[in-house]
């Protein structure tokens, strides 16, 4: 079910964008703590700002050798800010100047540390990603490696995760059964497609700006058609709040 209508809204419009403007030009000579105080309605976003400031640093020091320098890149991606911190990798947003467009890039925590196993998953997710087509689904632009550690592009969707909709308390009950609806068709897409998700979760569904639902991180999944899995007997995986009795039994 399309078009899914809720309130995204953001606090402060504008603020927030000139607090960093602000930040980024006089970067080096700016009292920090002074640049918080003039801005207490935008705090919760200049914190996070910070913190992405904090995390592209070290990948800079990482992957480029440069830890002052926030123009670090992978491959051909320019990357501009963490997006998202999961159990096995980090999602970026990045710019592809080839094509003039952002994207998501997701690569491993470990990188080229990361096991034998944390790298098949990773692998796979990949290849689970890029097989499917739905509107509900993102897009996988290309998978490849740089410096020994795989990464793989893909749409960048702009929005919010019903986790964070769901604290804020802000969805009606009829949006909410749009929501489960349009959850429901994806999944039985992906059932159809012989894919099993094995971790949907409000924090892995997100809402785009189009208030249409997309289902992401594809990193538990299991390809059903290939008469394996990836796990070991046991092991238990998925969050066990989400996590269906049959899944915790097997």
Known sequence: MKHVRTMLEEPAPGRVELAIEEFLLKRGALDVDEWLSRYPDCTPDLLEFLQNQSCISSVATALCGAPNSVDCRIGEYEILEVVDRGGMGVVYKARQ?????????????????????????????????????????????EIGEHKGMPYFSMEFVKGRTLADLIRQGRIRPRVIAQIACSIADTIHYIHGCGILHRDLKPSNIMIDQNCEVRVTDFGLAKQLDRGYSLTETGQILGSIDYMPPEQAEA
């Open 97 to 141: 100047p080839r094509l003039r467009r952002i994207v998501a890039l997701k690569m491993i925590h470990q990188g080229q540390f990361g096991s034998p196993e944390v790298r098949k998953r990773f692998q796979n997710e990949a290849e689970t990603v890029a097989r499917l087509r739905h509107p509900n689904l993102v897009t996988i632009h």
